[in-house]
């Protein structure tokens, strides 16, 4: 068994008993032929909880997104949002609001427009369109065609779309990309607010950590269509633990024996590993037992950026 | 529903598809219409098949016809309900905001039968306006009557059928391209295939059979039961459209 999957079944897994889950998503699966986008997947994002949804690029994050809101059927097993299907939501504009990879604008529509067809959908009253194009500093461009705008305006437009009903539950599919440092750093203060302040449950998903790291209270995190943990910030990273860094010529031959152990391997450049599940010692030993070279042994907490990327580090560095 | 059908029509009034479609209809039909006048008005054109001058209903109703070549872009119009939201990628959000596919496929059958019904009137508008104003021109009386304002009304009955049998065939095939070439294929070249090859078959089909009796053009069928045969046909590939929409994924 690796360290991942000791990791698995180890990290506190259960819904929440007071309040119901505002994301349930129970043993789901999604194939298209051959290739399986989502695995068994199975987790609970609480409510008023902003949560963290990450995973390399083709993870399956936005897979499960388009599963949670009734774009693609799954496979196997379900996805709820606020205690049930999406398609049985009374009121969706109102209860959840999804910025999406998958959702696109037309390029003839002028920013305003494109927020007025939704508040006409939706039942929405017009002020709020301009509030909300005030809201992501697009008031200058609200009447310019979205053909011609920066993939930052159209994340910006994008998560307009998403607050125009001031919904209970935000799902937000990289919201990050396109924005500049001062847009991202924007992003963050705002969810964090919408989650803490106004009690509305936000699960964002990004494939940099980063991104994500400063504002989540928990994350879940997937690899390949599957659940690699689940849990708050502080958890997950207590779990791995803490981790060795070794610097050596002969890092190859090291993740070699090392993943022989179930060690959890990352390699971070040419000659730098950095490993979880070991300890210091038995690493010291191993390298005195096979004569490999070392120019640098030392041990550290690892920070969530490390946990992430040992977590979804390649399966033949293992 | 009202709802969903303003937005449907709110999508047509902010894009320039609607306008480019309605502009090129009514050049057309403009175009056609004063060619017809010309060609009568040339005393020096004896030869068969030269128009005549309009000096009856029947003639003039016979010269606004060609008003209903307006069908053909609706029919185009409403393949790019579905197909053109899939290629935008906006059909995403419009079933996020509707998560009952059918209402969507609904709404866009209404409205677009709506907008193709004013479409319908606008192209034949422009005729109408080149053909009173050619006559008052030449001092000819304008022949107006009931049969004139019979064939004016049949035309936006069927620009708006013809743009709801679109939205059914884009839900069909929501690939904006396949839908259009698909529509267009079926009246321009399977209709007419089959009314060489099969003319009793023919007079049963959607356009060529039940379009022509809505316009009062069947051998055997009337007005009405020309757009009960249409609305058959519409329900049947309105319901496969519902199945199709309710079924697959949006990537």
Do not use: C
Not at chain 1, 43 to 65: E, H, M, R, V, Y
Not at chain 2, 74 to 92: F, N, Q, S, V, Y
């Amino acid at each position: 068994m690796t360290g991942v999957e000791e990791l698995v079944t180890r990290v506190p897994f259960s819904p929440p008993e007071v309040e119901g889950p505002a994301v349930e998503v129970v043993h789901l699966s999604k194939r298209y032929g051959d290739t399986t986008a989502v695995d068994d997947l199975s987790f609970w994002i609480g409510s008023g909880t902003i949560a963290g949804f990450l995973g390399p690029n083709g993870a399956g994050k936005t897979t499960t997104f388009r599963l949670l809101v009734g774009l693609a059927t799954p496979t196997g097993g379900s996805a709820r949002v606020l205690g049930r299907a999406y398609q049985a939501l009374t009121d969706p504009v109102r209860q959840v609001g999804a910025m999406l990879e998958v959702s696109g604008y037309h390029p003839a529509r002028t920013a305003r427009n494109h927020l007025r067809l939704l508040a006409r959908t939706g039942g929405i009253p017009t002020p709020r369109v301009d509030e909300m194009l005030a809201l992501v500093e697009l008031e200058d461009a609200a009447d310019r065609a979205v053909g011609g705008f920066s993939s930052g305006m159209r994340q910006r437009l994008g998560l307009a779309s998403a607050l125009l009903g001031d919904p209970q539950l935000l799902l937000l599919d990289e919201p990050a990309n396109g924005l500049d440092p001062k847009g991202i750093r924007w992003l963050r203060q705002f969810l964090r607010s919408l989650a803490h302040d106004q009690g509305k449950t936000v699960f964002v998903s990004s494939h940099v950590l980063a991104e994500v790291a400063e504002m989540v209270d928990e994350v879940v995190i997937i690899d390949r269509g599957k659940l690699i943990t689940q849990g708050p910030v502080a958890t997950v990273v207590s779990h791995m633990g803490r981790s060795v860094t070794i610097r050596s010529p002969d890092a190859d031959r090291f993740a070699d024996l090392l993943a022989e152990r179930d060690a959890t391997v990352t390699r971070v450049d040419g000659d730098r590993l950095v490993v979880s599940g070991l300890e210091i010692e038995t690493i010291g030993r191993i390298a005195a037992a096979d004569q490999l070279t070392l120019f640098e042994l030392r041990e550290q907490g690892m920070s969530l950026e490390e946990t992430f990327l040992a977590l979804t580090a390649s399966e033949e560095l293992r | 529903m009202i709802r969903l059908i303003d937005a449907e029509l709110f999508k047509l009034r902010t894009t320039r598809m609607y306008l480019r479609l309605l502009g090129a209809a009514a050049v057309l039909v403009v175009v056609v219409t004063a060619l017809h006048f010309v060609l009568a008005s040339d005393a020096s054109l004896t030869i068969e098949g030269a128009p005549e001058a309009v000096t009856t209903q029947a003639e003039l109703r016979s010269v606004l016809d060609v008003s209903s070549v307006a069908v053909l872009f609706t029919l185009i119009l409403g393949a790019t309900a579905i197909a053109g939201e899939d290629r935008h990628h906006t059909i995403a959000t419009t079933f996020l905001l509707t998560p009952a596919r059918w209402k969507v496929v609904a709404a866009k059958v209404v409205g677009y039968a709506i907008a193709g019904a004013v479409f319908g009137i606008v192209v034949e508008a422009a005729a109408v306006g080149v053909a009173v104003g050619w006559l008052a021109a030449i001092g000819t009386p304008i022949p107006f009557g009931g049969t004139v304002v019979a064939g004016l009304a049949l035309v936006p009955v069927a620009t708006g059928l013809a743009a709801a049998f679109g939205v059914g065939v884009s839900a069909v095939i929501p690939n904006q391209l396949g839908a259009v070439l698909a529509a267009f294929g079926w009246v321009m070249i399977v209709e007419q295939l089959v009314s060489g090859l099969l003319p009793d078959a023919a007079q049963w089909l959607p356009f060529t059979g039940a379009g022509s009796a809505i316009t009062g053009a069947h051998p055997q069928l009337g007005t009405a039961a020309g757009l009960g045969l249409f609305l058959t046909y519409l329900l049947a590939v309105v319901s496969l459209g519902m199945q199709v929409t309710r079924r697959r994924d949006i990537a």
